[in-house]
């Protein structure tokens, strides 16, 4: 059995540093040996500089002095590239982008590592690696075009010496929806000190402005973003990935801190939020409202089927979910009722896409009846039968009404996709043999558990 870690793409979104500043059109021509060398030295007396301006900005001392270096935009991306080979096996890799595809969260024909380290070489302005306690700065822009980001980048640093950054980075098992909600938490916090940064050095008074800032800094993110081809052209499932923990993050710190000091935040890092609902939704986290929990079997109905992976999508990436079948006007509040899940991918000899099973609890039966209806036009949308107005399909079909339906099905081939509702609980397969679909809805309801904190089993 693969050793199970959480989602690739929400580590790497984890290093990118997300700035108007990143983008170029590759290494510039040699420049003479001593214009290299007074150019680094710039870089590198840039940063007691800056670091000085952060500490002020956001209150963190420093404790000892960290690592940096200079390099060109190839050898960070390969440090990058290192640092995530360490942490994910090829065949974790794979697993993961044949999960996305069965989900419809990729092209069949989409090369997932390709796209990842195309977007990571496309945005990466430089890093700070806790592993190596090393701040690396990019050599090829002048130092004024990187000074937002080496302040967001030395916050970084700066988190490191106090809250160890390396516990908070390291692959969750099974945990991907936490994982991205601990590193909103540290990107988010970086980018507020990164905007603070920016409006001192402007000669803006920043200190009653933190929601300002942060509204202003999505927009900027965004902006930036579409500018750049790989993620235009990104799947949804990467941008969204991408994008959350920086703008959404900024939003989350943003809203916890008010009006209170900095350290409001310091306490967030020694309890961080455990699901992108809590970020999206910070009066959750202030609440403590916690996700429920679920549990899985091996199904004895589909005894030739082995797991491959389990995971935690979260509120977030349901939202990108239903958005294959439904705008965003309409995913985003069929999502907001998240209340747990669990996604478990399991694979049969011979066969490449997987079987994924997807057990989720909503808040309320409204929120069911909500994510029910986005989960039968996903199913359509899979099985290429999307084109709804409504609740009706493109032949006249009517759609059950929500909780009516003992089951909602729909064949592609042999395989079916499948939704099935029983309270609070919702059940969403995808590839599961169409002759199994019944017996293994039955088995999953009857063995597997999604209950929220503190309820026990049924």
Known sequence: MLRRKSSLLLVLGGLLALSSSSRGDGD???????????????????????????????????????????????????????????????????????????????????????????LLSEQVAGF??????????????PVEMQRPALAHEIQH???????????LAKPLKSEGDRQLAQSSVVEGDGTA????FAARS???????????????????????????????????????????????????????????PWSRIDAVFRDPPISTEQVIHPEKYLSGEKPWRGTATALTSLPQFKEQRRDVLGELMFKVWFGKALPERDAEPAAAGWGGDLLVSMTQPGE????????????????????????????????GQAGLTGQTGKSGEKLPAPGKATLFERTSGDRAFAVARRGQRLLILCGVPAAST?????????????????????
């Open 28 to 118: 510039p021509s040699p420049a003479p040996t001593s214009e290299v060398k007074a150019g680094q030295q710039a870089l590198l007396g840039a940063v007691d500089e800056i670091t000085r301006k952060v500490v002020a900005i956001r209150g963190l001392p420093t404790k000892s002095t960290f690592a940096r270096g200079v390099l060109s935009r190839q050898e960070i991306t390969q440090r990058l590239k290192e640092r995530i080979h360490n942490d994910f096996s090829p065949e974790e890799v794979k697993g993961e982008a044949l999960v996305l595809k069965r989900m419809g969260l990729l092209p069949l024909d989409a090369d997932y590592e390709k796209l990842l380290f195309d």
């Open 128 to 141: 700070y690696d806790p592993y190596r306690k090393t701040l690396y700065i990019a050599d090829w822009l």
């Open 157 to 167: 640093a700066l988190q490191d010496q106090h809250f160890d950054l390396k516990k």
């Open 193 to 196: 000190v990164m905007m603070e």
């Open 202 to 260: 402007m000669g803006t008074d920043s200190a009653q402005l933190p929601t300002v800032l942060a509204r202003l800094g999505r927009q900027m993110m965004q902006l930036a973003l579409s500018t750049t081809p790989s993620l235009q052209q990104a799947p949804p499932v990467l941008r969204e990935s991408l994008m959350f923990p920086y703008a959404a993050g900024l939003e989350f710190v943003a809203a916890v801190r008010g009006d209170k």
């Open 352 to 383: 490449t896409l997987p079987l994924v099973a997807v057990l989720s609890g909503w808040d309320t039966e409204k929120d069911a009846d909500e994510a029910e209806q986005a989960a039968q036009k996903l199913v359509l949308n899979l099985t």
């Open 438 to 458: 019944s017996a293994v809805v039955a088995e999953i309801f009857k063995s597997w558990t999604m209950n929220p904190p503190g309820q026990a089993a049924p």
